[in-house]
């Protein structure tokens, strides 16, 4: 066949179109395969102690226990999945949960009882090993505008306890501190807490910081406070000789003029640039955003029309970049209002209706989080963890065999299709469903056996790269 365009004219052609392509892929890099903590839970820096992410574990657990002593109560308040079948007399509940405990996991499945089952025992399970995923020692809005002296022996203390909690492995796997923003009036106590907390941690710890240690600078509103930051990390590390770019960063989505600056463009891309690649999230402050657009106390809440409007316009800004999401926190705590051991009756049930009716609110605002995309959110009271768990088991759990088969038939298509120089052109949704389980896996909802159901080795699930696994089954092949 003759063809009519000479060799290098089209290679100079597809070199160019090559140049601009390498250049958008070095942008939108796609989704880190990297573990992304399902929360932050944020606590007073004044409050924190060595063991406190253990000591929240148990109050979630105790929580979970008082308010649903079983899983039917649990499915009966969030209304789970076949909860209309399940008994309602105590023997009847015991008697179902003896045999669905006899039962293997693919037996329960044929069961009506399987999901809230399986929602209840794994919240239990999660509690007792790992109820914090990710903990933000806060010198922000946690802890307030304090007077000089008393933030800076905070900062020391807190340094202190978390030195104690890496020693004694009581901390949890994500960690940080969020500072005062870089506002005109609060850049130097900012910048003060973080250089006191860092070398007090480091000088009991022998230079060395918590596994995902990360600062949040909160209420970002321009680059140059994130470039501010970047030049302040470095100062830091030479200071406390750290490697440099050890530290890293989240900025937070907290007012209208992170969404759209004054020329009408979003600025959130700009703003992630100005980090120099040290910010790795960005947290949406709900309170914070939704008063910036002027709605009133009584109707900030996450469920308002304008958190939508923010999330999709920081997921077009940002989606593809690798930067984790991050919703912001319910503000109902599941609490009953009377305390004390000799309540009436009637005390109990209010306790019971006001930590269901909190319950409800934030397994709602979790699940609507999950079906937009944010895998990630704040929790501000342990007795909010059940719920945090039971709307993430609840969500994996129930896209868990159309997700399994969806895989299956991707990587049997994938396999046989062809590579395009070192980019397979189908890698990103590939990258996506394999992501689906390694969120699943890592916060406890589905067993790592769970996720071998879909062809894949271990050896290649731990890869967490879906190019490599196309890339090694190829070389097999060959």
Not at 42 to 60: E, H
Not at 191 to 197: A, C, Q, S, Y
Not at 269 to 287: D, K, L, N, P, Q
Not at 327 to 334: E, H, Y
Request: glycine share 8%.
């Amino acid at each position: 066949m003759k063809l009519s365009i000479q060799d290098a004219d089209k290679t100079a052609l597809l070199d160019q179109l090559g140049a601009a392509n390498l250049k958008f892929q070095h942008t939108y890099p796609g989704d880190k395969p990297d573990r992304q903590p399902v929360h932050t839970v944020y606590g007073g820096a004044n409050l924190f102690k060595a063991d406190t992410c253990v000591r929240m574990g148990d109050i979630a657990l105790n929580n979970l226990r008082t308010y649903a002593p079983n899983f039917v109560e649990l499915a009966r308040v969030l209304q789970l999945k076949g909860h209309e079948h399940l008994p309602t007399t105590e023997k009847d509940i015991a008697d179902l949960t003896a045999r669905l405990d006899a039962m293997s996991p693919q037996e329960r499945k044929q069961e009506h009882a399987w999901l809230a089952y399986s929602v209840y025992n794994k919240i239990i399970k999660k509690l007792e090993r790992e109820a914090v995923e990710d903990f933000r020692i806060d010198f922000e809005d946690g802890f307030g505008n304090r007077p000089n002296d008393e933030e800076d022996a905070t900062a020391v203390q807190a340094a202190h306890e978390l030195a104690k909690g890496m020693a004694a492995g009581t901390i949890s796997p994500f960690i940080g501190i969020r500072i005062k923003p870089f506002t005109e009036d609060l850049k130097a106590r900012g910048v003060r807490t973080l250089d006191i907390f860092l070398t007090a941690l480091l000088e009991k710890t022998g230079g060395r910081l918590p596994e995902n240690f990360v600062v949040m600078l909160p209420k970002v509103t321009i680059p140059e406070q994130m470039t501010t930051m970047v030049r302040l990390f470095e100062l830091l590390e030479k200071a406390n000789n750290l490697a440099p770019g050890t530290l890293k960063m989240e900025t937070m989505v907290e007012a209208t003029q992170i969404i759209m600056d004054e020329d009408g463009r979003n600025p959130l891309m700009r703003i992630i640039r100005a980090s120099e690649g040290r910010c790795v999230a960005a947290h949406f402050g709900t309170y914070d955003y939704t008063a910036s657009a002027g709605i009133t106390a009584k109707y900030q809440t996450m469920a308002h029309p304008v958190c939508d409007f923010a999330h999709h316009m920081t997921k077009v800004a940002l989606g593809g970049t690798g930067i984790f999401l991050s919703d912001g926190a319910t503000n109902v705590m599941p609490i009953g209002p009377h305390r004390g051991d000799n309540l009436t009756f009637e005390q109990l049930r209010e306790n019971r209706e006001s930590v269901h009716n909190a319950w409800r609110q934030g397994f709602h605002h979790t699940t609507h989080s999950l079906i937009n995309g944010l895998y990630q959110g704040w929790d501000l009271n342990p007795a909010q963890l059940p719920m945090r768990y039971a709307a993430t088991y609840s969500f994996f759990l129930s896209s868990y065999d159309d997700a399994l088969f969806r895989l299956k038939t991707f990587v049997e298509r994938a396999a046989i299709s062809t590579l395009t120089g070192d980019i397979f052109d189908d890698a990103a949704t590939g990258q996506g469903l394999l992501n689906f389980f390694l969120k699943a896996l890592n916060c406890g909802a589905i067993t790592e056996e769970e996720v071998l159901a879909t062809g894949l080795t271990q050896d290649e699930i731990q890869s967490r790269s879906f190019f490599r696994i196309l890339e090694g089954r190829r070389k097999q092949k060959a």
